[in-house]
């Protein structure tokens, strides 16, 4: 089953390859694209700043190794200026022996002082010559690991810059993710709102309708009264009149007062 699937793989592999470059390639690669623009606008936003937060937390992970590396880097560039110093104290003290040497063979005499001590010209003179020989070569490891330590030192300092420019960028990005999930919250929000507003909208036409209804039916109620009125003689038309005159005096007398 699993050579079937791999014989699969390879086939559509050699497949595209063969197709790379034809006017069937070219439409397979209008499709993929066409897909890939389909796919990530479905996707919503919210869940996109999910997933770019997981990205930036894979960075972070990512710049730990970096810092292991740089850790590791820093302590080897002061072992190395640990040995260096002491190789270098060892050099001044030996090239201090060494002149002293060459200045007690300068005498000439058959003994030669040496830190207190006397010893044949002989012997002093090719200890000179080895103690020479052996500071030369010291001299010359030194020489190297200084260089070394310098460049080390450049890429210590170099890699430590990156770091920190790292850093300040993924504070930067998380910075503008959180700008990003506040602006969508507020968008979110407004559209909220507005769909509020529409469904208000439909209430107040239906309390529109109603009313209009409510207006059609105290027209019926009217026409009906209309239909039905009695027209009234001198007699009801007097009556009426003494009827509205007498409110209207009431009303006068509570509000001015009776008449003298």
């Known amino acids: 089953m699993c050579k079937k699937v791999i014989v699969g793989v390879v086939v ?13 390639g070219s439409h397979f690669r209008l499709w993929a694209k066409q897909t890939a623009a389909e796919a990530r ?18 960075l972070k992970s990512q710049d730990e190794r970096f810092i292991d590396k740089v850790a590791r880097q820093a302590l080897a560039m002061e072992k190395l200026e640990g040995q260096t110093s002491g190789l270098k104290k060892d050099l001044a003290r030996r ?24 010893y044949p010209r002989e012997k002093v003179a090719e200890q000179l010559k080895l103690d020479f020989v052996s500071f030369e ?23 430590r810059r990156k770091l920190s420019e790292l850093r300040v960028q993924r504070e930067r990005m998380a910075t503008e993710l959180q700008r990003l999930e506040t602006a969508l919250a507020e968008e979110r929000r407004t559209q909220a709102e507005q769909s509020r507003s529409l469904d208000d909208a439909s209430y107040r036409r239906l309390t529109d309708e109603i009313a209009a209804v409510k207006e059609r039916i105290e027209l019926l109620k009217k026409k009906r009264e209309l239909r039905g009125e009695v027209i009234d003689g001198p007699v009801r038309a ?15 007398t509570q509000r001015l007062g009776d008449a003298e």
């Open 12 to 24: 559509a592999l050699v497949a595209l390859v063969a197709i790379k470059g034809t006017w069937l």
């Open 41 to 58: 606008e479905r996707v919503s936003p919210e869940r996109e700043i999910e997933r770019l937060r997981m990205e930036l937390g894979a």
């Open 95 to 118: 090239e201090k022996d060494l002149k002293e040497m060459h200045a007690a063979l300068a005498k000439k005499d058959a003994q030669v002082v040496f830190h207190g001590e006397r």
């Open 137 to 159: 070569a010291d001299e010359q490891v030194m020489e190297s690991r200084e260089a070394h330590l310098a460049e080390m030192r450049k890429s210590v300092t170099l890699n």
């Open 238 to 252: 007097a009556e009426q009149q003494r009827e509205e005159d007498a409110k209207l005096r009431a009303r006068m």
